[in-house]
Nanobody, 121 residues
Framework: QVQLVESGGGLVQAGGSLRLSCVASGYIGSINDMGWYRQYPGEQRELVATITSDGSANYANSVKGRFTISRDNAKNTVYLQMNRLKPEDTAVYYC???????????????WGQGTRVTVSS
């Protein structure tokens, strides 16, 4: 069993910054890819950024140049630094992790509960 706990969401003005954090805990053998997704009201969840176990990152075009994903493998943590925020970044942000569960040796995906980011104009 693995849990992802997110933090760092909140209300900011356009042009401001936030840093989201997500900590994985539980029966973790190893963590492969990690990422951040976001969901607008009434819409499906969409990819924001992903990062591999060795730090290779990919971003949605809408956030390139503004957001940076990073991870600390020793802490089982993934971060999303969000700069120059825009009102259209307003969404619930979810952490995702592909984990090799130590008890089963199986690779399973896990999701956080989500954290809301609101950007005012």
């Amino acid at each position: 069993q693995v849990q992802l706990v997110e933090s760092g969401g909140g209300l900011v003005q356009a042009g401001g910054s936030l840093r989201l954090s997500c900590v994985a805990s539980g029966y973790i053998g190893s963590i492969n890819d990690m990422g951040w997704y976001r969901q607008y009201p009434g819409e499906q969840r969409e990819l924001v950024a992903t990062i591999t176990s060795d730090g290779s990152a990919n971003y949605a075009n809408s956030v390139k140049g503004r957001f940076t994903i990073s991870r600390d493998n020793a802490k089982n943590t993934v971060y999303l630094q969000m700069n120059r925020l825009k009102p259209e970044d307003t969404a619930v942000y979810y952490c995702w992790s592909l984990v090799v569960v130590s008890t089963t040796r199986l690779r399973d995906p896990y999701w956080g509960q989500g954290t809301r980011v609101t950007v005012s104009s």
